[in-house]
């Protein structure tokens, strides 16, 4: 039996399945705006602090106001480092479309070099559009105004003051303060490795050396911030709000600025080194290595053949000799070892022995520096007129062991711990630093004719300028032991609080007081009738000190002829001193490289030093070398 199709059955399910439907678009739709509500309670009340705050940092945007570095001034006020005010020349970059036409243009109104083109382009890769960026600095006058008379042809292009560092004094000191230059990739990991990233935006320079390296983060200050409003295309509407930056502290020296021109002036254009040092408190009266340079060079990127110069300069004008050459002490050494004779118990001051001129030691033939010898020699003799066999003799009584360990408590053979960085160690010869030093079992050796050479500075014997100072310093203040330093006090620039760098004894070496008297006697003695009395003669004051001469190479048993060699050839001359001998202000060791005798070269400028800093006289260009020196090794 068929089923009667009905028209009536087919329009009812036709009814259900559209009410179906809509049920389901409804359903989607209900279902698709409880979505979006959902997303939308979401966004606007649980998620609101977030957004909100990420809108206003799309809408404010914080420009970095680099502060004013802090000065450093010497120990009476003069000026070393400072800031000055000049104009530059500075582009906005989302403030012009064509970029590089503007330039070229600008080149044809003012001065524009490559250089400064590379450094435009690299803080235009650091930096965000709307942040104004110097493409010339430190304009003329006549340049200000040039660019002012067609200011209307460069929108986005204005003139600016800003903050340039400043060396008044030159290349005075310059060892000693550093420089600053552009920060780098290694300058940058120094800054992050700090936790100090913040602090830096906005700062294009850092200190490189000296001072202006190791008190880098006192001398910077904190960065201030202005709150600038932006567009959504990243341009820059108005400024809401500035903190201003908090310049760096400023640093007091204990350098005293005229001593060490003085003391410049007194090496002329010979090569050295000089460090004075206040015995009784540590701190560096003058620290010369000459030649100098000029740190202003540097300060906006020194261009490429003036770095050529300096750096390959058979002078090298860059090394600080005064803290990273190491040189044999010569006869300098000798006072210390007479110390160690008499503090170990090897000999009294009284004890003589007998120079002919030579010793003899494992068939090995010493020589003397003075044909046949000084006869009869006793402790004060043999310092006063620099008698070698004496402390031949005394080494090898001595032993290499005990010579390391009592020079080393002076400081010689490690950094002394002044505050600038990379200060060399020198060389404390022993049978351990040749263990260290060397590879093969037959080079490690000790062999017991080394030490022979070790007594009379030679040798492996290797010190810089500022060891020697501060052994003579320690010598000329009873066995106390102070680290030398350079600054004396910082000041606070927002409380104006000063920070006194406080002295800082090491450690004090437990001496006899007769055994000092009896070396500073002797060193007396060098200056009235030994190798430094002509370089001495009518000073108007006592003083101690020392002549040294170090060679360069092995003689072989020939005799020293300056007038036959190369000037590279010629030894190096030294001298420490310390004055007044009653009760010492300053104490001092002198470097001259292939200077000769040390009565020859480097008394006469110790002279020069002296007389100013105790008499207050001034001299009248370098210090003359003795033509008719006494001879010393």
Not at 41 to 70: C, K, M, W
Not at 321 to 343: I, Q, V
Not at 347 to 370: C, L, V
Request: glycine share 10%; charged share 25%; proline share 5%.
């Amino acid at each position: 039996m068929r089923t009667r199709y009905s028209p009536q059955n087919t329009h009812d399910s036709d009814i259900e399945r559209f009410r179906f439907r809509v049920v389901i678009a409804a359903s989607v739709v209900v279902l698709g705006f409880a979505i979006l509500f959902a997303r939308f309670f979401y966004l606007q009340v649980i998620q609101h602090d977030y957004y909100a705050t990420r809108a206003e940092d799309n809408r404010i945007s914080l420009v970095p106001i680099a502060p004013n570095r802090g000065v450093i001034m010497d120990r009476n006020g003069i000026v070393l480092a400072r800031n000055y005010t000049a104009f530059t020349l500075e582009i906005t970059p989302s403030k012009i479309e064509n970029l590089d036409a503007m330039i070229e243009d600008l080149g044809k109104l003012v001065e524009i070099e490559s250089k400064d083109r590379r450094r435009f382009r690299k803080l235009l890769d650091e930096s965000r559009s709307f942040e104004s960026l110097p493409i010339r600095t430190r304009l003329s006058d006549e340049e200000v105004a040039r660019f002012a008379a067609n200011r209307y042809r460069f929108p986005g292009v204005e003139v600016k003051a800003r903050l340039f560092r400043q060396y008044p004094l030159g290349s005075r000191a310059s060892h000693a303060i550093g420089y600053i230059n552009r920060i780098n990739k290694t300058d940058l990991e120094i800054i992050e490795k700090n936790e100090q990233a913040a602090n830096y935006r906005g700062t294009d320079h850092i200190g490189k050396t000296g001072l202006e390296q190791k008190y880098e983060f006192q001398l910077h200050g904190e960065t201030g911030y202005e709150e600038v409003e932006i567009d959504a295309g990243g341009h820059a509407i108005r400024s809401l709000s500035r903190t201003p930056p908090v310049s760096g502290n400023n640093l007091t020296l204990t350098l005293d600025a005229k001593l060490q021109e003085i003391t410049e002036q007194a090496f002329g254009d010979r090569r050295g080194a000089l460090v004075a040092i206040e015995p009784s408190t540590g701190g560096i009266l003058a620290l010369v290595s000459t030649p100098t340079f000029d740190p202003n060079l540097f300060v906006d990127g020194i261009r490429s053949d003036e770095w050529d110069l300096l750096n390959n300069s058979p002078d090298r004008p860059m090394v600080n000799r005064a803290l990273n050459g190491a040189y044999p002490p010569g006869s300098t050494f000798k006072p210390f070892m007479a110390l160690a004779a008499l503090e170990i118990g090897k000999r009294t001051a009284g004890q003589t022995i007998s120079d002919p001129g030579f010793y003899n030691f494992g068939g090995h033939h010493f020589r003397d520096d003075k044909k046949g010898g000084h006869g009869t020699v006793d402790m004060y003799k043999s310092i006063v007129h620099s008698c070698d066999t004496y402390y031949y003799m005394l080494a090898n009584d001595l032993g290499i062991d005990n010579i390391a360990r009592f020079m080393g408590s002076l400081g010689l053979g490690s950094r002394s711990g002044i505050d600038i960085e990379g200060e060399s160690e020198g060389v404390l010869p022993s049978p351990e630093w040749k263990r260290r030093r060397f590879k093969s079992r037959e080079q490690q050796k000790w062999y017991a004719g080394e030490t022979i050479s070790i007594g009379i500075g030679q040798g492996y014997n290797a010190y810089t300028p500022i060891q020697l100072a501060q052994a003579i310093a320690v010598v000329a203040n009873d066995g106390v032991f102070y680290r030398p330093h350079l600054v004396r006090y910082i000041t606070d620039t927002k409380t104006g609080e000063k920070v006194l760098i406080e002295p800082e004894p090491l450690r004090t070496l437990a001496w006899k007081p007769e055994n000092i008297e009896i070396i500073k006697k002797a060193m007396v003695g060098v200056n009235k009738e030994g190798t430094g009395a002509r370089a001495f003669a009518g000073a108007e004051y006592v003083s101690g000190g020392k002549t040294g001469t170090a060679q360069l190479f092995s003689l072989k048993g020939a005799e020293y002829r300056a007038g036959k060699l190369k000037k590279e050839l010629h030894d190096h001359g030294l001298f420490i001193a310390f004055a007044p001998a009653d009760h010492p202000k300053i104490a001092l060791a002198v470097l001259v490289e292939n200077g000769g005798f040390g009565s020859q070269s480097a008394a006469p400028i110790a002279r020069m030093v002296l007389d100013y800093y105790l008499l207050g006289k001034l001299p009248k260009g370098a210090a003359k070398e003795d033509d008719t020196p006494e001879e010393e090794n």
